[in-house]
Structure formats: C-alpha cells, structure tokens
C-alpha cells in the first residue's frame, strides 16, 4: 500500500504539473517561473514538477491503476487518482 500511495501520488503530482502547463500556455505565463516558485515551498518541494509528456515507466501506470482497483474493490471512491 506504500508502493501503491507514493507512486499514485507521484503520477498526480506529475499529471498536476501539465495541467498547469497548459494554462499557463492559455494565460501566456511561464511555467518555469511558476514551477520555481511552487518549488521554494517546502511542503511542495521541486522533485516532479516538470512539465512534459506524463508519466511512465514500468511502476507508475501499473501502481495507479492498483490503488484505483483496491479502492474500487474496497468501495472508496478515487477520484483524484483515476486516470
């Protein structure tokens, strides 16, 4: 369940991050100038903060969409999670 927790929460952050893209695209402000200073605060942190393509790699799909199914089969909605 760690596993499963830190990776979702991770993909979020990612998946958060190139949704902020593109509305700073939208709204013609720099995502690096807003990343940088999401970064300074430190319950935020820098690490997973880059825009980009999304998430992959062998770990994160594969954990997301187990938190999702044990939520599911547990009856517990995971909205935030769910791609």
């Known amino acids: 369940m760690i596993k499963y927790a830190s990776n979702a929460f991770l993909a979020t952050k990612i998946s958060f991050i190139n949704e902020v893209a593109n509305l700073c695209e939208a709204v013609e402000a720099d995502v690096h100038e807003v990343v940088r200073g999401m970064g300074l605060d430190n319950?935020?942190?820098?690490?997973?903060?880059?825009?980009?393509?999304?998430?992959?790699?062998?770990?994160?799909?594969?954990?997301?969409?187990?938190?999702?199914?044990?939520?599911?089969?547990?009856?517990?909605?995971?909205?935030?999670?769910?791609?």
């Open 43 to 83: 319950r935020i942190g820098k690490k997973f903060l880059h825009p980009g393509p999304g998430f992959g790699g062998s770990c994160f799909p594969k954990d997301t969409r187990a938190i999702v199914t044990m939520a599911e089969e547990a009856g517990v909605p995971a909205r935030i999670v769910r791609p």
